[in-house]
């Protein structure tokens, strides 16, 4: 190996006495001062974890190096891999799914792209070259057996595309092309081996959601309309398909009363082989802890006016931006969570950008900060009813990126939430609508010579475990020593005190 990797048992402190984040095995990996790196980590469930490290030379762009590492649960290395890039070409995105990893490669202001394609089980490496019919800009992608998906825009018009991997051609999707459309998400079914494009749709002042599904080889399949409720003119947000079986899919998502991006509460929506089967609406004030964000006295008055709303026979009205999380399938359901946030500009990036000549998008995401207030967590059953909710209190994380932060993980009947603030492991234990115990704040220990890492990641792995990584500065035993920088990877386990 050419990295001196070292593994430490160590143990995340914490005040509760009954339960602790202990830290079962830690990976170290020096950084190389002449190159600039970047380390990315995919957590594979019980099949363990991929790290990829990606090195750039600071003087030439002739080098650019992805290394590839499979470990097991354990942090015991199953093998690595090595690819070298083409001068020129960009990372844009990537994709998983049970047996590979996909990254996405372009060459800017061109059709150029390659494919990679990495076998998580052996770490064999194949290459997709070829060109797209124009230069796209790139947001969403995905793989469908030999057939790579690509969403964006291309002359400000949405665009999908696909690209054979035997062919090695590009051809657009039919029906997306549309001054009026914006597309929302681009979800893969394996079930049916269809493709799902979600689109929004804006026409004279109105705007709704359709789903537009294609064939494995680009077939136009049919067309759904999410449907308005009882006639109410409502304004669906996002959506997150789940497939159930080769029948059924659930649509969940966020909705509004107008065109603008601040939900009025959640929608759930059943199809059945393409046939919408029915729509609940689920109203914030419907939430019953939706407002535990607030202090009681706040939450006290907050329902008297929702009751003293309804006694007057008028809707309460509450709206805030969500961020949705993809669903998890359960065996009542499926879980949703869904972040509520708000947004503020940043002090001075809005002349950044426009020296830079940023794009609107490219705009907007240089020029905001996200504070995230609370998550709220439901579950549906497969009729669309809630069966209960309740709400992750975030204390106004703070984040430059629109990013999920909460990680769920399983533990017997309860789940774990998760979130990094400051370095520390925010922890709350929730059994359906109730709290099991306070939230919990975990602070991870390294060598008493090491930096504490406030710019950490943190994700959900697999059971009551998850895994934290990022960047760590050790200062020298003795004064004349010089101080080394380390990626680190924390494998960390919930479980009881002694």
């Known amino acids: 190996m050419k990295y001196l990797f070292k593994i430490f048992i160590f143990c995340v402190f914490s005040s509760p006495i ?14 190389d001062s002449k190159f600039e790196e970047n380390i990315s980590v995919l957590p594979l469930n019980k099949d363990g974890i991929l790290l990829t490290l990606e090195k750039e030379s600071f003087f030439s762009r002739n080098n ?48 150029k792209i390659n494919i990679i394609r990495l ?66 998400g681009l979800e893969i079914d394996e079930k049916r081996n269809e493709v799902n494009v979600i689109v929004k749709e804006r026409r004279k002042g109105k705007c709704g959601l359709a789903i537009q599904s ?35 899919t659930l ?50 008055k907050m329902k008297e006016r929702i009751e003293q709303k309804k006694k007057e026979g008028k809707e309460p009205n509450f709206s805030y931006k969500l961020l949705v999380h993809n669903l998890i399938q359960t065996t009542k359901g499926s879980l949703l969570i869904a972040e509520i946030y708000y947004s503020q500009p940043k002090s001075g990036a809005s002349l950044s950008a426009s020296i830079l000549g940023a794009k609107s998008k490219e705009k907007e995401k240089i020029t905001e900060d996200y504070t995230f207030t609370h998550a709220v967590i439901c579950e549906f059953d497969n009729t669309g009813k809630i069966l209960w909710d309740n709400a992750l209190v975030m204390d106004n994380l703070q984040s430059e990126d629109l990013v999920e932060q909460v990680q769920v993980s399983k533990l017997d009947d309860k789940w774990l939430l998760a979130f990094l603030k400051k370095g520390k492991v925010n922890l709350q234990q929730i059994r359906e609508s109730e709290n099991i115990g306070d939230k919990e ?22 059971d009551q475990n998850f895994v934290a990584w990022g960047t760590r500065k050790i200062e020298g035993k003795r004064h004349e020593d010089p101080t080394k920088e380390v990626f680190y990877l924390h494998k960390l386990g919930y479980g009881k005190g002694k």
């Open 18 to 31: 009954f339960a602790q984040l202990n830290q079962l095995g830690q990976i170290e990996i020096p950084k």
């Open 64 to 111: 650019n190096n992805w290394t590839f590492y499979r470990y097991d649960t354990n942090f015991h290395e199953r093998w690595q891999a090595t690819l070298t890039i083409d001068l020129g070409f960009e990372a844009v995105t990537s994709y998983q799914n049970e047996q590979y990893l996909f990254w996405l490669f372009a060459e800017p202001e061109t059709p």
């Open 119 to 184: 076998n998580l089980e052996h770490g064999e490496i194949d290459e997709f070259k070829g060109d797209l019919l124009g230069t796209v800009d790139i947001e969403f992608f995905k793989v469908l057996g030999n057939t790579a998906f690509l969403g964006g825009s291309y002359s400000e018009k949405p665009i999908v595309t696909s690209f054979s991997f035997f062919h090695k051609k590009a051809t657009v999707l039919h029906g997306l092309y549309d001054d009026h459309l914006e597309i929302n």
């Open 214 to 248: 294609y064939s494995a080889e680009g077939k136009s399949l049919r067309t759904i309309h999410v449907p308005d409720l009882d006639g109410n003119s409502l304004s669906f947000i996002s959506g997150k398909m789940l497939p159930l079986n080769e029948k059924e």
């Open 251 to 300: 649509l969940v998502g966020n909705y509004s009363n107008n065109c603008n991006e601040f939900s009025k509460g959640l929608y759930l929506t059943r199809l059945e082989e393409g046939l919408e089967k029915g729509t609940s609406i689920i109203k914030f004030a419907d939430l019953k802890n939706f407002f535990s964000f607030m202090s009681p006295k706040r939450q006290e």
């Open 441 to 462: 704040i975990f602070e991870i220990k390294a060598e008493a010579n090491a930096k504490p890492d406030e710019e950490s990641n943190v994700a959900a792995w697999y």
